[in-house]
């Protein structure tokens, strides 16, 4: 793992999907200044090798002021993600560091090893209040490095610890691996776990979130984490009009079948350059729904691609986004995903005891 990443400012671009990976292209980030196109051939798309970086930041705490959100503090354990999502909201954060919005986001990923031990030092301080606090905003905390260097699960310990309350959304069946922890946390209910669940559609989905499980092995984990107690709910994120809106009630079903308490859903968001990836990737794999797709997204979004403003940018705006939430709240009622369930507890937390550091 290297200390330092120096990118280079030439980003290749080809619209030829590569094995594993969402992002067919990897534009220049918008921060840069130059950009390099090269026409494909076939020795141009090797099996794109993860790299891994260390980030050294020295607060593992984000904190956010957005009214469409019901937390304000979140833990990243990484930056990017494997999953490889080709929607991803997250990807423009990459272009921050220098880094593609595109490939990049999902091959160089950089790991907060202190993760841990801040978030024990953050929850043993006098000014910390206990609160909420979701894992991840910005990545996947349980994509798949992470069944080798078990950030999250280091940091659930801390959660278990402090009992502080803490929300997962995750799209990948290794949540199941932390079930003793989470079964701990149930009894004082400090801890829910969403599976986001896209489509029931194994080819759609290997397409769509090529490293994330399969839509089977999500709702698996659905079904084992309600099995030892944990609060379960499945949020289908996101929905995107035209290619899997028409799968709300079915994943609704499968999920409350599995044993779901609870359930969600956010209209797909293109932000920055995230719009001309997911055209390049509907290009890439359905170029005979492309068209159809991105004027649906339209539809939800005031005629453009993207309307990030509070109140509309989570479920859209307009008659199709209308549609879309009453097919939500009918599917629900369908699968008696009705129950309103109360905040976690925030009663329980426990400042830091006498005994040595957990770490």
């Keep these: 793992m290297d200390d330092l990443y120096d990118p280079d400012p030439l980003a290749q671009t080809t619209l030829r999907p590569r094995r594993g990976r969402g992002a067919p292209t990897n534009p220049v980030g918008r ?10 051939t076939d020795d141009d798309l090797p099996v794109l090798e993860t790299e891994l970086f260390r980030d050294s930041t020295r607060s593992i705490i984000a904190w956010n002021d957005s009214p469409d959100l019901n937390f304000d503090a979140s833990v990243n354990p990484y930056r990017g993600c494997e999953h490889g999502c080709a929607y991803c909201y997250a990807r423009p954060t990459h272009e921050y560091l220098g880094l593609s919005a595109g490939l990049d986001f999902e091959s160089k990923l950089f790991v907060k090893e202190n993760a841990p031990e801040l978030l024990e030092k953050t929850f043993s301080s006098r000014s ?3 609160q909420n606090v979701m894992m991840s905003g910005i990545t996947d905390c349980y994509q798949p490095i992470e069944r080798h260097l078990e950030l999250t699960r280091r940091c ?3 959660f278990a610890e402090f009992r502080n309350p803490v929300g997962i959304v995750t799209k990948n069946e290794l949540v199941t691996r932390d079930i003793d922890i989470l079964h701990t946390m149930s009894s004082p209910d400090v801890a829910a776990v969403h599976v986001s669940v896209t489509s029931l559609d194994p080819a759609l989905a290997n397409k769509l979130e090529p490293r994330a499980s399969s839509p089977r092995r999500r709702i698996k984990a659905i079904e084992a984490l309600s099995r030892a107690g944990v609060r379960t709910g499945v949020m289908i994120g996101p929905v995107i009009p035209g290619l ?11 999920s409350a079948d599995a044993g779901a308490r609870s359930a969600g859903y956010i209209m797909l968001r293109l932000p920055h350059g995230v719009k001309e990836l997911f055209a390049d ?3 890439a794999h359905y170029p005979n729904r492309k068209d159809r797709v991105l004027n649906r997204v ?3 979004r005031d005629g453009e691609l993207y309307n990030g403003k509070y109140g509309v940018r989570m479920r859209g705006a307009g008659e199709y986004a209308d549609q879309i939430e009453r097919m939500f709240e009918i599917g629900k009622r369908k699968a008696g995903l009705t129950q309103k369930l109360p905040p976690l507890s925030k009663e329980h937390f426990r400042g830091p005891r006498k005994q040595l550091s957990l770490f």
């Design 298 to 300: 339209r539809d939800t």
């Design 128 to 130: 910390w209040k206990p």
């Design 244 to 254: 899997n809106d028409h799968e709300i009630s079915d994943i609704l079903q499968a």
């Design 31 to 40: 921060f840069e200044s130059m950009d390099l196109e090269i026409e494909p």
């Design 156 to 158: 659930l310990e801390v």
């Design 281 to 283: 990737w509907l290009e």
